[in-house]
């Protein structure tokens, strides 16, 4: 993305080779001194595309572009007859496996977790999620015909290329999804999915979260129509994800609430609490990394249930707990802990679902599929992060310390 004010040609270099560049030529050899012929490849993305624009900063450019991406999802990955464009050969590939692995760091890790439960109710097949940098040195015990699936906003997450360096030897099949075509992990896997979401350039990812999360439900249902399931089939993804759209954009149309509840609540604060139970919980973990990395305020997502097995103990008048309450099973036991924290003096931010909802909630999310959820609640702790951080007048692109890919181990 940096470059493309300059050129969109680029030429791929592989581990081990040799390059040498003259002003009239670029010669390769491997690593035996054999002469490499290789075509560089063409980025079509407009450089004008990573411009603000009006926005002060690109994080809410980008959680505002996230109605915006999952629109182009559809179009990219439906036809007008409802049939999804994935290539057969993957759809056959990932359907042999009796279980999947995905590998990832960070906010795509998070996205993963999602993943899981799309993976397992909607495609019946049994999921595994796992962070790269654990999972690169001490892989666990592989079923017979596994295959991992990538998660990667850059494509170049050097944790994860070395899990992935590690099933290219052993002869693993893999996917990568990610942001960007031929990048590293986009080129080495053995099939790619785009998130079509175009550049992200905050480094607190927000559309390529909630992306991941819609390619990996459009895989899903793939692979269980597939397998002719009776729950992919009955799935009607693209309504859900026009119902998902459409509310995403009704709550970042309504980013005034948000940004008054972040100076009320978080405004001062120097470690908060998220809670959720099932999918929410998923959700709790990245918006607490969100809010984390942007603010700086330390911030854990917790399983609500765990709160009496420990974490109660840091709660005292005026710790933030932000309650994320989508799920029907576990809302009345969320409710309990939210009470639980409130007797202690917690002030809680409730986000509750449409048929969930009481007048006690401060964030009501429009109503979407289930399984879907996450791409709706996430939307109020991206802001929440967001305004968190402007408000404490930091740079809310460029959080301290961190970078937009990790190249490193």
Known sequence: MAMLNVTHDFLEIADGE??????????????????????????????????????????????????????????????????????????????????????AAGTSYHAGLVGKELFEKIAGVPTEVHVASEFAYNMPLLSAKPFFIFLTQSGETADSREVLVNVNKLGYPSLTITNVPNSTLSREASYTLLLHAGPEIAVAS??????????????????????????????????????????????????????????DVLGTTRNAFYIGRGIDYDVALEAALK????????????????????????????????????????????????????ARGANVISIAAEGLATDKDQIVLPEVHPLLTPLVSVVSGQLLAYYTSKQRGYDVDKPRNLAKSVTVE
Do not use: C, W
């Open 18 to 103: 040799v390059v040498t560049i003259t002003p009239a030529s670029v010669d390769i050899e491997d690593a035996e001194g054999n002469k490499v012929e290789r075509a560089p490849f063409h980025v079509d993305t407009d450089a004008s595309a990573a411009e603000k624009g009006a926005y002060e900063f690109y994080m809410l450019k980008e959680i505002d572009e996230q109605p915006a991406v999952m629109r182009t999802l559809e179009q990219k990955y439906f036809d007008e007859a409802g049939n999804i464009l994935i290539d057969q050969d993957l759809r056959d590939a990932i359907n042999a496996a009796d279980r999947l692995y995905i590998v």
């Open 206 to 263: 927000t559309k390529a979260y909630t992306g991941q999360i819609a390619v990996e439900a459009i895989l899903a249902k793939a692979m269980g129509q597939d397998k002719d399931l009776e729950v992919a089939k009955n799935f009607d993804l693209t309504g859900e994800l026009t119902k998902v759209a459409n509310g995403m954009q009704a709550l970042v149309d309504e980013k005034g609430q948000v940004e008054k509840l972040a100076a």
């Open 291 to 342: 809010l984390k990395e942007v603010s700086y305020v330390q911030t854990e997502g917790f399983a609500s249930g765990e709160l009496k097995h420990g974490t109660i103990a840091l709660i005292e008048k005026g710790t933030p707990v932000i309650a994320i309450i989508t799920d029907p099973k576990t809302a009345a036991h969320t409710r309990s802990n939210v009470q639980e924290v409130v």
